[in-house]
């Protein structure tokens, strides 16, 4: 078994080109006030904040972003929760995880709050700081044993699957327009969003602010 941290990557477009999107968004939107005359340096920027501001964000859905997550089969139910978006994921229907290609082992994702990613590296001392950590290690160990037993014996993945973790790893890619995006992370970084999900996607939400100021700035 092994154990790794959530992440996001980028998939496309890869580099995102702020200029490139803004100005994409900013030729669509002057069509609705044919002011295209009035594109110049900097200004998409104001023309889009002022979108925003004045709730008129249809005008966003006109450039999307693909992110790969990977994260736990639990979170992943909550991001394909957001309906307008497509999606692609690792499926535990025909993925084997007794093959070579996956190290003859399953991979899962430590729900509890800890600096280490490799339980095989913790020492007592690290399972008493971290209450229950202990009791997860032991739970997912006996899914592992239970699916690759129940594959000896003949069933198919697609039947195995049923004793996997919640914590299993899942690789999931998501497609989503601008306006989707500013929903779905309005959500998920809320404070009472579930815990894993806001450290998946606040260091998501930063690079976006970073890289699409305009955008999302304001979440």
């Not at 006996?142 to 697609?158: D, I, N, R, T, V």
């Not at 919640?166 to 306006?179: D, G, P, Q, W």
Request: a neutral charge.
């Amino acid at each position: 078994m092994k154990v790794v941290p959530q992440s996001f990557e980028i998939v496309s477009p890869n580099p995102i080109i702020p200029s490139e999107i803004m100005l994409n968004l900013e030729r669509v939107a002057r069509t609705c006030y044919k002011s295209e005359d009035k594109i110049a340096p900097q200004s998409a920027d104001l023309l889009i904040k002022q979108i925003i501001d004045r709730g008129h964000e249809a005008m966003l859905e006109h450039s999307s972003i693909t992110v790969k997550f990977i994260t736990d089969r639990g979170v992943s139910h909550e991001i394909v929760r957001h309906r307008l978006a497509s999606y692609a994921q690792e499926s535990t229907r025909y993925c084997n995880y007794s093959k070579d290609k996956f190290f003859n082992e399953i991979t899962v994702i430590c729900p509890i709050d800890t600096n280490c990613n490799n339980p095989h590296h913790f020492d007592f001392a690290d399972l008493a700081r971290y209450p229950g950590l202990l009791t997860w290690l032991e739970s997912v160990k006996q899914s592992e044993k239970a699916y690759f037993k129940m594959l000896e014996e003949g069933h198919s993945p697609q039947i195995a699957r049923s004793v996997l973790p919640n914590s299993l790893k899942t690789e999931i890619v998501m497609t989503a327009n601008l306006r989707e995006w500013r929903h779905f992370l309005k959500l998920r970084t809320a404070e009472n969003a579930h815990p894993q999900m806001r450290a998946l996607v606040l260091p998501l939400l930063r690079y976006l602010q970073a890289e699409l100021p305009t955008i999302f700035e304001d979440i």
